[in-house]
């Protein structure tokens, strides 16, 4: 009897050790996450002309993301779907260049050329403050990061921004397939050679490709929050949008519009096209955001932190 009390005894203790250091892992969670609160609450931003710290930016970009948590679903749909429409005007520019280039450098320049214009649609988008899902990708995991929010809630929000940024980009191409012939400012026939060219890598190419660009308009959020005026976000935002087009990468929302485009006028665009290409490119603008861009610059923050608290 003697020896199953002390079983007993030593079963209820092991319980109770388990116990307690699950609270105390529980406790050193709750502890590191108020020492980052606290941190961030200290960054405070500043209007002069010193340039922002990194605490300051990460601190801003959280308060954005939770700003465009607190909208309504009505609200983020239809700010999407204003983005995709916007965004169609870096098409429109890209197709009439292309057509008036054609005949005169080579196809491989043309491509090149283009890149000039290819900002113009992202210029109208971010600084019209409509909601793109690549520029918002980083912004929008960001609280999740910092468990403000859940991530499920972050998965529902992705899901509305892109089937606004999606709707409003088939609208702009039916559009851009009737208007260009009318104007005669670019044919099918300009439509169905960028579809090709942007549908042509391999699967595993188009979705690194698309990593890489995610991971350009991650930075480019995170660089616009640095920024100080107008005029120094509309040259940020040409530079990082103008190297993803010279570089051919594969971002998701214009990708849309390039590729569903070729879809509704050209035998030589499949469905089976545009729903590889388009699933491809989403996931992957997701990675390239949400994990080299969010994901790396909040570590990095933590990290800190925790080296200084040590």
Not at 12 to 39: F, H, L, V, Y
Not at 79 to 94: D, P, Q, R, V
Not at 273 to 301: C, H, M, P, T, W
Request: glycine share 8%; hydrophobic share 45%.
């Amino acid at each position: 009897m003697a020896t199953e009390n002390n079983k007993r005894d030593d079963s209820s203790k092991d319980s109770k050790s388990i116990i307690d250091g699950g609270n105390e892992k529980e406790e050193k969670k709750k502890q590191k996450q108020e020492d980052i609160d606290n941190e961030l609450e200290n960054s405070e931003s500043t209007n002069d002309n010193r340039a922002k710290t990194h605490g300051e930016i990460l601190k801003q970009q959280i308060i954005e993301g939770q700003e465009t948590y607190d909208r309504s679903s009505s609200s983020i749909l239809l700010s999407s779907l204003t983005a995709g429409l916007e965004i169609g005007f870096s098409y429109l520019m890209l197709c009439a260049v292309f057509y008036f280039f054609t005949d005169k450098v080579s196809e491989e320049s043309v491509f090149k050329i283009i890149a000039f214009v290819y900002p113009i649609g992202f210029i109208l988008v971010i600084l019209g403050q409509s909601i793109l899902f690549t520029e918002q990708t980083s912004l929008l995991s960001l609280p999740v990061l910092n468990k403000k929010r859940s991530l499920g809630s972050l998965l529902k929000l992705w899901g509305l921004v892109i089937i606004g940024n999606l709707i409003g980009g088939y609208l702009m191409s039916f559009l851009m397939v009737w208007i260009g012939p009318e104007l005669e400012i670019f044919t099918l026939d300009s439509i169905e050679k960028i579809a090709v060219h942007v549908t042509r890598a391999e699967s595993f190419v188009i979705f690194i490709s698309a990593i890489l660009a995610g991971w350009l308009m991650g930075l480019l959020s995170w660089l616009l929050t640095s920024s100080q005026d107008t005029m120094s976000r509309i040259i940020i935002i040409y530079i990082v949008t103008a190297v993803m087009a010279f570089t051919g990468l594969h971002h998701s929302i214009i990708g849309n519009v390039e590729v569903f485009a070729g879809l509704i006028s050209s035998p030589n665009i499949t469905l089976a096209d545009y729903v590889s290409f388009e699933s491809l490119a989403l996931i992957g603008n997701a990675v390239g955001g949400a994990v080299f861009v969010a994901l790396l610059k909040y570590r990095a923050f933590v990290y800190n932190i925790n080296s200084v608290s040590s």
